[in-house]
């Protein structure tokens, strides 16, 4: 159990606001390629097939929580540096998200 508990101790969640989607029609399944402003730890770019449940219109200024130290992943032209986090409902994904709006960058612990 102790080494669970590092294991999810070692991960950084944050906090994150989607600034900019577009349509990543380079992928093999259909998805959105977002960039996140995580405060003082810049804009990270995802890739996040979300696009049964979500908007393009929707996710601009939407909070969302991602894990910032995972490597980074190469998915098809584009580099994701983030893994936004949701829960499969279906044959979807719904995002999680704070319920009230805080700050970019803040660590969920």
């Known amino acids: ?4 508990f590092k294991s999810f101790k070692d991960l950084d969640i ?3 606001t989607i ?5 990543f029609k ?4 259909p998805s ?3 960039k996140i402003d995580f405060g003082e730890l810049g804009i990270l770019k995802s890739s996040a097939q979300i696009t049964k449940n979500y908007t393009i219109e ?8 991602a894990v910032v130290n995972f490597p980074k992943k ?12 949701g829960v499969v409902e279906g044959d979807s994904v719904v995002l999680i ?5 805080i700050a970019n960058g803040l660590k969920i612990a």
Not at 26 to 29: G, M, P, V
Not at 58 to 65: G, H, Y
Request: glycine share 2%.
């Open 32 to 34: 959105y390629k977002l």
């Open 19 to 23: 600034v900019h989607a577009e349509v």
């Open 58 to 65: 929707m996710l601009v200024n939407f909070q969302v929580i």
């Open 74 to 85: 190469q998915i098809a032209n584009f580099m994701s540096e983030c893994l936004v986090l």
């Open 14 to 16: 944050r906090v994150g």
């Open 97 to 101: 998200t704070p319920n009230n709006k």
């Open 1 to 4: 159990m102790d080494n669970l």
């Open 26 to 29: 380079e992928a093999t399944n």
